[in-house]
């Protein structure tokens, strides 16, 4: 009898080890299962940002194309005036020829802006700040371009300045500047593009801020819509 009650009492003692055990062991369960769903939630979360930056990507491609036309056409027409502007900083025109040039009448009195399509490159900027994605090449893509918007934005107002003064220069100091709005070689404005200084040195600023600062930064643009292309190669 003795035994048998030190027995049972053993027993008795084993039951709560076990329950806990048994306890431990469906907590451990729990545990695994919302880490599990996590996982998976994350992970189709993920998918779906990618797959939303596979679209803007597509976007920006499609948006690159566009201003490769337009940055090609913005090059072609300033690569005609190149020699105008060549021939009059050296003082080469003669009044005949001078007359007969058409493209050099508004040479500094107009210009022609890129103005880049930005849908895609925002829909990935906001994207990628809102994404735990992280990939270093979309990153540089950004920056960079952010970088060109800057610099364009700087030299394209730089040139719209440029204009207005001359324009309003003339407006303010010449009689002849009706004339020439309305797109007539009138002697007065004929005679100031020929010996007047301020023409050429007016002349010589509008080719520097054109073609040294200007066009350089579009070659930028199309420099990195090829790095682009090759990033989208590589996912």
């Known amino acids: 009898m003795i035994f048998g009650k030190i027995r049972r009492f053993q027993e008795l003692k084993k039951v709560p080890k076990q329950y806990l055990r048994y306890a431990l062991g ?13 996982s998976i939630d994350n992970w189709n979360e993920d998918r779906i940002k990618e797959k939303a930056i596979d679209a803007v990507l597509l976007k920006i491609g499609k948006d690159l194309d566009e201003d490769l036309i337009e940055i090609q056409n913005i090059q072609t027409h300033y690569d005609i005036r190149k020699p105008l502007f060549d021939r009059l900083m050296k003082g080469e025109y003669q009044e005949k020829s001078l007359v007969n040039c058409k493209e050099c009448h508004f040479l500094i009195s107009g210009h022609r802006l890129f103005r880049p399509n930005t849908e895609g490159y925002t829909s990935l900027k906001n994207t990628l700040n809102n994404s735990s994605i992280v990939d270093s090449e979309l990153v540089y893509f950004i920056q960079s371009y952010t970088t060109l ?3 364009l934005d700087l030299m394209s107002n730089n040139i719209v300045e440029d204009v207005n003064g001359n324009l309003m220069g003339w407006r303010d100091n010449y009689d002849w500047f009706t004339s020439f709005f309305e797109g007539k070689n009138e002697n007065g404005y004929l005679n100031y593009r020929l010996k007047n200084p301020e023409y050429r040195n007016k002349v010589t600023y509008h080719y520097a801020l054109v073609y040294n600062n200007y066009l350089p930064v579009l070659e930028n643009f199309k420099t990195l819509s090829n790095e682009f292309r090759a990033i989208v190669e590589r996912k």
């Open 149 to 151: 918007l800057e610099e």
């Open 26 to 38: 469906e907590l451990v369960l729990i545990v695994l299962g919302v880490l599990i769903a996590v």
